[in-house]
């Protein structure tokens, strides 16, 4: 019977990918509403155009009336607000508040602190490396998104 290698193949690796994504996601925030809001409220900061409601949730995979709830929620803590769009004033877009880049600012620091936690023993290199790669995996991820949406 052959002895399971230490190190494992590449396919056992990548294999690994999704459920190591899935526990980020789970494992390092305060909660899933607050992890919701700070995806919407990102999605806002980091559009590119105009942001409507229809937008978050194709951005999210979420259906409008689920993307609807929780701007409300934005909306009505004071981290958006609904404002007519400048390329058609029959269109409604969402805009980021003061309280809703400092609210932005607040969860990004929390996250770095999150990390930082995580990632405490490893070699400040080792760190420094995994970031610029994160970083990279999330620039790379947006752009696929976007080509996917567009067919």
């Known amino acids: 019977m052959a002895t399971p290698s230490p ?21 390092t925030s305060n909660g899933r509403g607050d992890l919701t809001r700070n995806f919407v409220l990102n999605v806002v900061a980091d559009a590119s155009g105009e942001m409507t409601v229809g937008g978050i949730a194709a951005e999210l995979g979420v ?8 701007i409300t929620t934005c909306i009505a803590d004071g981290l958006l607000r609904r404002a007519a769009s400048q390329a058609d004033g029959r269109r409604t877009v969402l805009e980021l ?54 067919g």
């Open 7 to 27: 190190h494992p193949g590449r396919d056992a690796v990548l294999e690994e990918v999704g459920p190591a994504l899935s526990r980020l996601r789970r494992r």
């Open 63 to 70: 259906t409008q009336p689920v993307a609807s709830r929780t």
């Open 97 to 150: 508040t003061e309280a809703g880049a400092a609210e932005r600012n607040r969860f990004a620091a929390e996250q770095r602190a999150t990390f930082e936690q995580i990632t405490a023993a490893w070699l400040p290199s080792e760190r420094l490396q995994f970031a610029r790669f994160l970083i990279r995996y999330g620039q790379d991820a947006s752009a696929w998104s976007a080509r996917q949406r567009q």
